[in-house]
């Protein structure tokens, strides 16, 4: 099954690839994204915070979270995808006639990709966190929102594409000039166990963190 990749969540902790090819001379010189501009001029991109403002620099056509779900984002961008109306617009099959009746009524676009990571949080660095200030400086890291939106997009996979990792940029171009612009279900799939991979030590890295945090420490 081929799709259409005409909106498209981008909110990536690590942006190398996405606008420009200074990490991999092998991509397009307006990265990937810009690839995906090219092969569809109509495409839309969702975002938000620097994410959003780097696709807004380079001209692309991009659409902040907030105004999209018309919610406001709590500080420092603590909320931002968290919310009904993007994990509905991921969800949403396109071959189900009630799926696409909501959308619709919602006034939603049907998201087609999601590119996303994470904050690395380098845990192996740390022996015990025993103070308030090295437990914040670590529990604000962790990010909710990217690995929320990765389960949404492994349950939609098959007509949504994730793409969790910038390695896999350039053979998702190459994959997509084959099918003449479109993303094929193999691709897909393949997309979908790298991501199992990437959920899979992302949460073992919390459970370590936490494993070090002293019981004996004081607020």
């Known amino acids: 099954m081929l799709i ?9 902790e690590n ?17 990937f994204l810009g690839y995906l501009a090219e092969n569809n001029p109509k495409i839309i991109f969702l975002s938000s915070g620097g994410t959003y403002e780097l696709l807004k620099s380079r ?16 500080r420092h961008g603590l909320v ?5 109306k993007i994990h509905s617009s991921v969800l949403a ?35 015990k966190i025993d103070s308030f200030d090295l437990l914040e400086q670590y529990r604000n890291r962790i ?21 969790t990792d910038p390695s896999d ?3 998702v171009i190459r994959s997509m000039i084959e099918e003449s612009g479109k993303c094929s279900l193999n691709l897909r799939i393949k997309m ?15 459970s370590k963190l936490y494993d070090k945090v002293s019981e004996n420490m004081t607020l």
């Open 15 to 31: 942006k190398e690839g996405l606008v420009d090819n200074s990490s991999n001379p092998s991509l397009p010189k307006n990265g």
């Open 93 to 127: 099959q396109d071959f189900n006639k009630e799926d696409m009746e909501f959308l619709s009524k919602n006034k939603l676009m049907k998201i087609d990709a999601v590119i996303t990571n994470f904050n690395n949080l380098d845990i192996d660095s740390i022996n």
């Open 169 to 171: 940029y350039e053979e």
């Open 4 to 12: 259409d990749l005409n909106v498209v969540v981008v909110s990536c």
């Open 143 to 163: 990010d909710i929102g990217g690995p929320l939106m990765c389960m949404t997009s492994r349950k939609a996979f098959l007509n949504t594409l994730l793409l």
């Open 59 to 74: 001209g692309f056509n991009v659409v902040d979270f907030e105004e999209y779900t018309n919610a406001p984002q709590m």
């Open 80 to 84: 931002k995808s968290i919310d009904y």
């Open 192 to 206: 979908l166990k790298k991501s199992s991979r990437l959920i899979k030590d992302y949460t073992s890295n919390i």
